[in-house]
């Protein structure tokens, strides 16, 4: 099964798509994720983005896309894929199509969490994650069971992304308006898209995405 997930930032996308991965043995591919690690780790890819993403602005098409090729090739995406934070712009869903048609793959099915607009700034400063192992918490929706210990792995350290904060929030907000969201429209015409109510709490949005998959897998 090969997949999208599209929202907003904060919709959830990074929280459905960890839990799916596991449930279902798919490979998360957050584009978000690897710019993290290519800044982090310094490259000559995660110095041209730093500033972008502190801005809360895109990184260029031309970068998103060849990092994703370069994961799509590896042997671990063979059963299956949910793509979290790509594509961001027609050319990268249109970069993607031909990606996927290079490497004989399809796309099963594009998901769109369902959000309102003011419930997103509340839960992108609520968010922080487990330093070692990357599960993802919020303040108030997804403390962990044992306040300061990771659900996951049992660490006690927890990181906060610097683009978490109001400022950034809003750009980030806009560059999904103007160009994330005709996405929606493009995956409509292709006949791939379903719509996921993502206002529910956690466990009722994995419910309704499992419904969604299922019915697609029988078809
Ligand atoms: P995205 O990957 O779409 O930017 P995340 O999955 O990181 O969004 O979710 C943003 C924050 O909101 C996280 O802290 C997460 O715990 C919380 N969250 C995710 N889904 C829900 C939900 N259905 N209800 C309440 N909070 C949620
Ligand atoms: P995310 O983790 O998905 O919230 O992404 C964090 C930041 O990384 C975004 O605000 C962008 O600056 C950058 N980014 C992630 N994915 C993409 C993408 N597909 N295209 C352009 N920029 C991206």
Not at 30 to 40: C, Y
Not at 86 to 94: E, K, S
Not at 97 to 102: F, I, M, N, S
């Amino acid at each position: 099964m090969n997949l999208i997930l599209l929202g907003p930032p904060g919709a959830g996308k990074g929280t459905q798509a960890q839990e799916l991965a596991r449930r279902r043995g798919l490979v998360q591919l957050s584009t978000g994720e690897m710019l993290r690690a290519a800044v982090k780790a310094g490259t000559e890819v995660g110095r041209e983005a730093k500033a972008i993403m502190e801005t809360g602005g895109l990184v260029s098409d031309e970068i998103v896309i060849r990092i994703i090729a370069d994961r799509l090739m590896q042997p671990d995406v063979a059963n299956g894929f949910i793509l979290d934070g790509f594509p961001r712009t027609l050319a990268q869903a249109v970069g993607l199509d031909t990606l996927l048609d290079r490497l004989g793959r399809k796309l099963d099915c594009v998901i769109e969490l369902k959000v309102d607009d003011k419930v997103l700034v509340d839960r992108i400063t609520g968010r922080f994650s487990c330093a070692k192992c990357g599960a993802g918490y919020h303040d108030i929706y997804q403390k962990p069971k044992k306040e300061g210990v990771c659900d996951s792995c049992g660490s006690t350290e927890f990181s906060r992304r610097a683009d978490d904060n109001p400022e950034t929030v809003r750009n980030r907000l806009m560059a999904y308006y103007r160009e994330t969201a005709p996405l929606i429209g493009y995956y409509f015409a292709y006949r791939k898209l379903h719509g996921v109510d993502g206002m529910a709490p956690i466990g009722e949005v994995a419910a309704a995405l499992d419904k969604v998959l299922n019915t697609v897998a029988g078809q």
